[in-house]
């Protein structure tokens, strides 16, 4: 991309535009801010190249956007790009630099979302302007969302428009999103990008016991406390069996080959060990986890309470939600009562078919270095929500990283940043990808 390319700054100026747009998600109503600024934004970007996109706003100021690109051919099945304007609280006393100040140096752009996930918002953006710019159309129509409320559940966005709107997505059969596309490297001049075709499910959980109240002082062998106390440590030092999914099978099968690492199927684990900093990402993906998060009881020091109970988040493989609680119930033992408080769905598709050969041939264009590869995200998604619709979702929001940079660290973390040549990078694959797709 030659200098003068009009998307390759514009990218950088729209990202900074977003960063410098405060939409902290705090996951209270009252206290959240900043998406409907950032939504009209995205309206306007839309509009003024011809688009008509529309707000959606489901509680005041929690507002998504969302816009049809009509392709070639609006016969053939549409295809989802979608991506979220809210942002994780940032503190400030915590940064080397003002997370909502979009200050650029060192080659990276700074700022709360620069990696999750206004980054991607901004190439998408770029790109379509380009395109209608240029008078390009996509080869099929192409829903572009961009929504609120991703980073506490996507009640008031994703899952709003799912549930409320479903009319937008008639047609859409595949979508991509977060959080996939982006590069690892793997020494010489290889780096694989990782494709998320698989996201583990969420089950939270509450364990309640219950016992016999009474006065601390006196001799009690019914206590609930002690009966949850119990039970929470059993959950939390269990280890759920090992189970190879087909997404992260073919993972290790790739990177195996790859690195020229032996996989030993029954010892997956031993494998992932040896794959480096990417071994984070993968590691709970190899089997279901349970976490003890909350412990509530008692009113009273000198009281014994007839009921306490707890939180455990629970991250579960595709297909393994009924066996996981079954297990789940007998570790726990039969005192103890389980309620669930959020349950979202695992998902799984294949890493096959012509979007994913896009996928791969346009990041082989931009990087000849590069290998895609399938993986399952131990995270949750807006892609949940479009799931529900029966749409096949992928993520990938294309980013080439430099070596050293600890990416997953980056994902809510302190002086979150994103590599200027990164976005431009990405704003050429994803052109490329649409073309193909
Ligand atoms: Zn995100």
């Keep these: 991309m030659d200098a003068t390319d009009p998307a390759a700054d514009e990218v950088i100026e729209i990202c900074r535009d977003l960063l410098r747009i405060d939409t902290t998600n705090t996951g209270d109503l009252d206290t959240s801010t900043g998406e409907r600024v950032a939504a009209e934004y995205v309206a306007q970007k839309l509009a003024e190249v011809g688009f008509q996109p529309e707000i959606y706003e489901s509680e005041p100021g929690r507002a998504s956007v969302v816009a049809r690109f009509e392709g070639e051919d609006p016969a053939r ?60 159309k996509p080869p099929r129509d192409v829903v572009l969302a961009f929504v609120a409320d991703e980073e506490a559940g996507s009640t008031y966005g994703a899952q709003y428009l799912v549930d409320r709107h479903p009319g937008l997505f008639e047609g859409v059969t595949e979508a991509i999103g977060e959080v996939g596309g982006f590069s690892v490297s ?84 031993a494998a992932v060990g040896k794959i480096g900093p990417i071994a984070m990402i993968i590691g709970a993906t190899l089997r279901n986890t349970a976490n003890p998060t909350r412990l509530a009881a008692g009113y009273k020091d000198n009281v014994i309470p007839g009921r306490a109970s707890a939180t455990i988040d629970c991250r579960t493989l595709p297909g393994q939600s009924e066996l996981f609680e079954e297990e789940l119930r007998r570790i726990v033992g039969p005192d103890i009562e389980l309620e669930y408080i959020h349950r979202q769905a695992a998902l799984e598709t294949t890493f096959d078919g012509a979007l994913v050969e896009a996928m791969s041939a346009a ?75």
């Design 363 to 437: 990041l082989r264009a931009e990087d000849p270095g590069a290998i895609a590869v399938p993986y399952m995200l131990s995270g949750g998604t807006d892609a949940k929500q479009f799931a529900k619709l029966g749409i096949r979702c992928f993520g990938f929001s294309p980013l080439r990283l430099p070596d050293d940079l600890n990416f997953g660290a980056l994902f809510h973390g302190i002086d979150e940043r994103v590599p200027v040549e990164g976005l431009q990078f990405g704003v050429r694959v994803l052109d490329r990808f649409l073309q193909q797709s």
């Design 77 to 136: 099945d549409a295809l989802l790009i979608h991506g979220h304007l809210d942002v994780v609280p940032a503190d400030a006393s915590e940064w080397s630099v003002d997370p909502f100040g979009g200050e650029i140096k060192d080659g990276y752009l700074w700022g709360r979302g620069a990696i999750d996930m206004k980054d991607f918002d901004a190439m998408v953006l770029a790109l379509v302007r380009r395109m209608r710019r240029e008078g390009r």
């Design 186 to 269: 793997v020494g010489g001049d290889q780096r694989l990008y990782l494709i998320e075709t698989a996201q583990k499910g969420i089950d939270w959980l509450r364990l309640h016991a219950k016992g016999r109240p009474g006065h601390g002082s006196m001799i009690n062998d019914d206590n609930a406390v002690t009966a949850l106390a119990e039970a929470v440590a059993r959950v939390g030092t269990h280890r759920f069996p090992v189970v190879l999914t087909p997404t992260v099978r073919a993972f290790l099968e790739q990177v195996s080959q790859i690195l020229g690492i032996e996989l030993d199927l029954d010892d997956p684990e």
